[in-house]
């Protein structure tokens, strides 16, 4: 799955040295990175910040009553969903989504 991370100090290292001797970049104005969930777990062990996954509707993982509370960032109806219970719902209205 990808995950969106932030990185709050994006301004004055917008960089993170990952496995394989790779480097991720965020976007220096918003802080913002769609990574692979590898990637995503070493950035946050190093100050960034997961926001959760990101993708299509299709994407989303399976809602499931052990995940209550978990984020996503579906971009088919671009909002965030969040898995409430078993059933993926709105941010907004907290209505199935």
């Known amino acids: 799955m990808t995950t969106r991370i932030l990185n709050l ?34 950035a946050t062990a190093n100050g960034w910040v997961s926001l959760g996954g990101v993708g299509t509707s299709a994407q ?17 109806v671009g909002e965030v969903v969040l898995d409430g219970q078993g059933v993926w719902r709105s941010t907004l209205t907290m209505l199935p989504a």
């Not at 009553?65 to 978990?70: A, D, E, I, L, Q």
Request: proline content about 8%; glycine content about 12%; charged content about 20%.
């Open 9 to 42: 100090h994006a301004a004055t290292r917008p960089s993170l040295g990952v496995a394989g001797g790779r480097t991720i970049t965020c976007d220096p104005a918003t802080g913002f990175l769609d990574a692979e969930d590898g990637d995503a777990l070493l």
């Open 60 to 76: 989303r993982p399976v809602a499931q009553p052990v995940n209550y509370g978990k984020r996503f960032l579906d971009s088919t």
